[in-house]
């Protein structure tokens, strides 16, 4: 899914990430100094993402960082943050228990996290 977002320098973006998901796995700052298009994708191809880069976004978020999409980053120079595959799955657990308690307040959802 690609969305314009409030313009903001790439550290903005990464500040916010980064506390959202609680870190992140690796990082490609690109070549925009600002970012205003933002691309969050499921996986990370060349295809995906020279589609994210030809429709305009600076920002590839995505959970794991693939060799196979690196050629492409570097060629468009789209900046990357992937914030790694089990702090994606975490991430959605929690939002998806939080909808879930909103919509039946009766239950309560626990999410536990892996240990190792």
């Known amino acids: 899914m690609i969305f314009d977002v409030e313009q903001l320098d790439y550290s903005a973006y990464l500040t916010f990430i980064t506390?959202?998901?609680?870190?992140?796995?690796?990082?490609?700052?690109?070549?925009?100094?600002?970012?205003?298009?933002l691309a969050v994708v499921g996986a990370m191809t060349d295809v995906l993402v020279r589609q994210a880069a030809q429709r305009g976004a600076q920002l590839y978020l995505t959970g794991a960082y693939r060799k196979a999409g690196e050629l492409a980053v570097k060629e468009t120079g789209i900046a990357v943050i992937a914030v790694g595959h089990l702090r994606c799955e975490v991430w959605g657990l929690y939002a998806l228990a939080k909808m879930l308690e909103e919509r039946w307040p009766t239950i309560e959802c626990v999410v536990r996290e892996p240990t190792s």
């Not at 506390?19 to 298009?37: N, P, Q, V």
């Open 19 to 37: 506390a959202m998901f609680k870190g992140y796995e690796r990082l490609d700052a690109g070549k925009s100094t600002t970012i205003s298009r």
